[in-house]
């Protein structure tokens, strides 16, 4: 049997008239920037996530650049994240001039560990982005307690997290921003590349829309050297579409997830776990082995295909050298990603599937 890792056309299949007519409303609208479509989804995606303001962008890293300025981050603060993470979410502080500062993660979570955020606070820090990583929303009341304590501001970087839940609520509006990315293979993705700030904050959202469109206030009156950060129409509307899938989307990857939970169970695979009050999207579903590499080339030969998020810590990345970190400096986030892969999770796939992915892998684990 061959199971792929993700399969966006069989997405499309499903889609493709509600797709077409969108498209081709933008098409008679002419509305190829911004536009209509976009300002109905900024609104249909507000009210999904429960907050006063969605401002749509170009890239989920854009949301998160925006996100920090429009909280005042910007040359010599320090701002605390993980290193567990695609790298977007340090570039995005470095474009604001501030310093990342990378902390460990907690083991069993793989999520920011909140005491060793409180542990790197210095006087120039102002600002955390925990990370929902795999759609895991992070201990955001430990968090948010330490943010009150120091008087931060809190960003989440939700970009993987779309509809995922902490105590009943969706993320999104926990923080003073929250940034979500649409990239084409989230649980919520355009077909090319988009993203959205999400905030329950007036000033954010005003400066932020202010911002991602060349700092203009009125048509050719720029207040701020601001950014070409629009989402184009096309987007907006393929978008609107989407989203009225997620929730029916979202659930039948908890139901391919606790499939793959019950069969692996009690195996040498190990998985992160899930926090009792949170509720995760179920964006990823990682594993960690020993041996991962000839686990992933054996998997690959009975058509099982993988991925790896993320292979090389932030920290420990070329770019960001200059900081000064060496392997070791955060152990636990170096043992994750020398061991992490993702297993095959799309909404379109069988439970077949599903079973023949896990118990393949448990054969092959077990025999490493």
Same mark, same amino acid.
């Given at each position: 049997?061959?199971?792929? #890792? ?52 170009? /890239?989920?890293?854009?949301? *998160?650049?925006?996100? *920090? *300025? ?26 604001? !001039? ?67 839940? #902490?105590? &009943? ?5 926990? !923080? ?12 919520? &993705?355009?077909? &090319?590349?988009?993203?959205?700030? /999400? ?66 169970? !009690? ?60 392997? !070791? ?26 079973? #023949?992915?896990?118990?393949?892998? *448990? ?6």
């Amino acid at each position: 049997m061959n199971v792929p #890792y993700f399969d966006l056309k069989m997405q499309y299949a499903s889609l493709r008239q509600e797709i077409l007519d969108a498209v081709d409303r933008v098409c008679k609208n002419a509305s190829f920037i911004l536009g209509e479509e976009v300002a109905h989804f900024e609104q249909e995606f507000a009210d999904y996530c429960g907050v006063r303001h969605c401002v749509a962008v170009n /890239t989920g890293t854009s949301a *998160l650049h925006l996100s *920090l *300025l429009a909280s005042g981050v910007g040359p010599g603060d320090e701002v605390i994240t993980t290193s567990n993470t695609f790298i977007a979410t340090a570039e995005a502080i470095s474009y604001t !001039g501030a310093k990342p500062v990378f902390v460990d993660i907690d083991p069993a979570t793989a999520n920011i560990a909140p005491q060793a955020v409180e542990k790197a606070i210095t006087p120039r820090t102002r600002a955390i982005v925990p990370v929902h990583l795999y759609g895991r929303p992070v201990d955001l009341d430990a968090i948010l307690a330490i943010a009150d304590r120091h008087k931060l501001s809190v960003i989440e970087d939700a970009c993987q997290a779309h509809g995922a839940r #902490y105590r &009943g609520k969706r993320i999104g509006g926990f !923080g003073q921003a929250a940034a979500f990315s649409f990239y084409p293979g989230k649980n919520l &993705g355009a077909y &090319g590349e988009g993203g959205a700030l /999400t905030t329950n904050d007036d000033a954010v959202a005003k400066l932020a829309r202010t911002l991602r469109d060349h700092g203009q206030v009125a048509r050719y009156y720029h207040d701020y050297v601001g950014y070409n950060y629009r989402m184009d129409g096309f987007q907006g509307a393929v978008l609107r579409v989407k989203l009225r899938h997620l929730d029916a989307w979202n659930a039948r990857r908890r139901e391919l997830c606790a499939l793959y939970r019950t069969l692996l169970a !009690g195996s040498p695979v190990q998985l992160p776990q899930d926090l009792p009050q949170a509720e995760s999207s179920h964006h990823l579903f990682v594993v960690y082995v020993q041996n991962r590499d000839a686990v992933r080339a054996e998997l690959e030969k009975r058509g099982v295909a993988t991925a790896i998020h993320y292979p090389v810590p932030v920290h420990l990345q070329k770019a960001y050298a200059g900081l000064g970190h060496r392997p !070791g400096s955060l152990p636990h986030t170096e043992h994750a990603c020398n061991r992490v892969f993702s297993m095959p999770l799309f909404p379109e796939m069988t439970d077949e599937q599903a079973e #023949y992915a896990a118990k393949t892998l *448990l054969e092959i684990a077990s025999r490493k």
